[in-house]
């Protein structure tokens, strides 16, 4: 934290009504836990909606957890730290993730995210069915957690790169779920 | 070869229920999967049915009642039907059976791409 004083009424005020959840910090089991139970819960209302926003959350929340570059190393090892919103609106759901990356991870991130919004859902269908039947990466990812939300969301993914220093960018993804 | 059989659980990650049965070759396989260590839990699935299939020989009638799998599971449970799909090739009697909620069409669209993918015919039956 800089030397200015932190004011929690601008942290607060940054969000607005819609607000759902927001969470920053280390992304570990129990955390995913309270926030996965919360969404079932507030979201009952709407089962389908609620499913896929589920959905989407454990996918994006593994991905923070294993793979953002700040973390919290004597708690847990698989607790990267990141920021989560999830908002209500009229007629959708929206979510935003993001966590520091290292900008040299950054290129192939961009990558496939770019390949998953230029094709259509049989075209995204069958990228999952290849990613699928590659040999079984770090972590037991099936690299298919992005393709997985852009099916379940059912809408184009909002990916947003800002560049912190040299070595590490800031990532950002944002996803609607229709109501 | 003995049953295996594993409780179902659903606390900070979800166990799925295991079901596998020597006696009459029904496995049973449901709930929901967001594990820990996912290939670890599903390696000794694998084993069971690799044995199974290769010391037993009888019919093999495979029912998936899965809600909900995270992608880390989804590629385990296509290691599953790969298995049965080699058991099948080798002259195996398979029956797969996939149950779920006739309005969950991300489901069912799930179940399409694994037949694709295995190239095992699966019956998608509505509940």
């Known amino acids: 934290m800089s030397e200015e004083k932190f004011s929690l009424y601008n942290y607060h005020k940054t969000f607005d009504k819609d607000i759902l959840i927001s969470f920053k910090g280390p992304f570990d089991k129990h955390i995913l836990s309270i926030i996965g139970n919360y969404i079932e819960v507030i979201l009952g209302r709407n089962p389908k909606a609620g499913k896929k926003i589920f959905k989407i959350f454990i996918e994006l929340a593994q991905n923070i957890a294993y793979y953002s570059a700040e973390g919290i190393t004597n708690v847990n090892s698989d607790a990267g730290i990141g920021t989560l919103v999830i908002g209500e609106f009229d007629n959708h759901y929206s979510f935003v993730a993001g966590n520091v990356v290292k900008a040299s991870d950054i290129v192939h991130i961009i990558e496939k995210s770019e390949i998953i919004n230029s094709l259509d859902r049989e075209g995204l269908r069958q990228y999952k069915r290849e990613q699928r039947n590659m040999p079984q990466g770090e972590k037991g990812s099936a690299h298919i957690g992005l393709i997985q939300v852009a099916l379940t969301a059912a809408s184009p993914l909002d990916i947003e790169v800002t560049p912190i220093n040299e070595e590490y960018s800031f990532f950002t993804i944002s996803v609607n779920v229709e109501k | ?127």
């Open chain 2, 1 to 127: 070869m003995e049953n295996l059989e594993i409780k179902g659980s659903r606390d900070v990650y979800f166990i799925p229920s295991v079901d596998f049965n020597v006696e009459n070759g029904i496995c049973v396989l449901g709930g929901e999967s967001y594990l820990e260590e996912t290939v670890k839990f599903y390696m000794p699935l694998y084993e069971w049915l690799k044995k199974y299939t290769s010391e037993v020989k009888r019919p093999v009638e495979f029912n998936f009642k899965l809600t909900y799998f995270n992608t880390s599971s989804s590629r385990c449970i296509l290691d599953i039907l790969n298995i049965l799909k080699d058991f099948e090739e080798n002259g195996g009697d398979v029956k797969v059976n996939w149950y779920y909620d006739s309005e969950d069409t991300d489901m069912e669209e799930e179940v399409e791409d694994y037949m694709i993918e295995s190239e095992l015919k699966i019956n998608l039956i509505p509940t």
